[in-house]
């Protein structure tokens, strides 16, 4: 069975050496009868964003709860995962190409310019 990949490296501090292979990503896999059901439910790129952005604001909202003090990390990482889901589904919607692993580096690069060239001259 294939799977949809939200792929995201496991340390912050390791970014840049993360970006050019799955083989060092830790993963959510998604079944691809998942994200089916996900675009039937969500099958225009509008109601996808609609989607996406109400997801975004229920995770922000569970986190000011928790800085707050009255949330749940079990809430906070419910919410992350309907995050990642609906923009699993909104990316679908683009056209093939457009968020490629050498887009992620250079927006990487232009972000932790420090962190990426530590990173080329360690190897």
Known sequence: ???YLIGF???????????????????IYIADEHMD???????TM???AISLIEEM????????KW???????GKIA?????????????????PSGYITSELIESKIQEKWPA??????TDE
């Open 1 to 3: 069975m294939a799977k």
């Open 9 to 27: 490296p496991v340390g912050r501090e390791y970014f840049p050496k993360f970006l050019p292979t799955d083989d060092f990503y830790s993963g």
């Open 37 to 43: 059901a996900w675009h039937e439910d969500f099958p």
């Open 46 to 48: 509008s109601e996808a």
């Open 57 to 64: 604001s229920e995770l922000t909202k569970e986190i000011c």
């Open 67 to 73: 800085e707050r003090n009255r949330g749940s990390v």
């Open 78 to 94: 419910e919410e992350a995962a309907h995050v990642l889901i609906s923009l699993k589904g909104y990316v679908g919607h683009l």
């Open 115 to 120: 962190a990426y060239s530590k990173e080329k």
